[in-house]
């Protein structure tokens, strides 16, 4: 079991550019949820998504900010024209249904930097 | 903010002393979950806690949960330099699978 995969670890982008950030989820968890670490701070929710569907996306900004999780594949984060406030870790995290005693299994980010 | 804070923000020790870690919340929840993040990597799960019990242990690791006061501790025994790392605590605020994370506390254990 590979955990939770995230790629790709690191990212550059320019201003104005897209950043795609994927996720795929622990082998048997259908829950998925992404969050924004800024240096020094603590983890901030962003989304949380089930298969096809989104399911709280209280934590995302409202413009430039979406994310998906389709039926097959990975779960996408996009960011489009990234500006540098931008810049931070974004984690994904997964858990099956119902959380068990085991809480998420979070995988290792992907750090953006936006020049 | 309905986020878990952790108290101390930063706390350093001799490798073998114990270190306790505090965590308040403001609104009610029904799981808080302890996390380990080291430098520049993913945050690690070590225990989850239900609202109606007071105590968990795991190893060296020992949770505890206040509900009437809205607060946790994380005790870690017998500290070790790898166990270095900033600690998390995490509330879902009535919902089981949405979680709020505090700012963290920063551990350093001296060899």
């Known amino acids: 079991n590979a955990g939770v995969m995230q790629n790709p670890r690191h990212l550059v982008r320019r201003r104005g550019q897209e950043a795609r950030l994927r996720c795929s989820p622990m082998k048997g968890h259908s829950h998925v949820y992404w969050y924004r670490q800024l240096p020094e701070e603590g983890l901030k929710f962003m989304v949380y998504?089930?298969?096809?569907?989104?399911?709280?996306e209280s934590g995302m900004p409202k413009e430039r900010f979406s994310a998906e999780f389709p039926k097959e594949g990975p779960s996408i984060l996009r960011i489009q024209q990234v500006v540098r406030g931008d810049s931070a870790a974004y984690f994904c995290a997964s858990s099956p249904p119902g959380l068990g005693t085991d809480g998420y299994t979070f995988g290792s980010g992907t750090r953006l930097t936006v020049v | 903010s309905q986020q878990g804070e952790e108290d101390p923000q930063a706390l350093s020790i001799q490798e073998g002393e114990n270190a306790t870690m505090n965590c308040s919340y403001k609104t009610s929840i029904n799981n808080l979950q302890w996390y380990r993040q080291n430098s520049g990597r993913g945050l690690v799960h070590l225990i989850l806690i239900r609202s109606n019990e007071r105590e968990k242990h795991s190893g060296r690791l020992r949770v505890t949960l206040d509900t009437s006061k809205k607060s946790s501790s994380l005790l870690i025994t017998a500290s070790r330099a790898a166990d270095t790392a900033s600690y998390f605590c995490a509330t879902d605020v009535n919902n089981f699978n949405k979680f709020y994370f505090g700012s963290g506390t920063k551990l350093n254990v001296k060899p």
């Open positions: 998504l089930q298969k096809e569907n989104i399911i709280d």
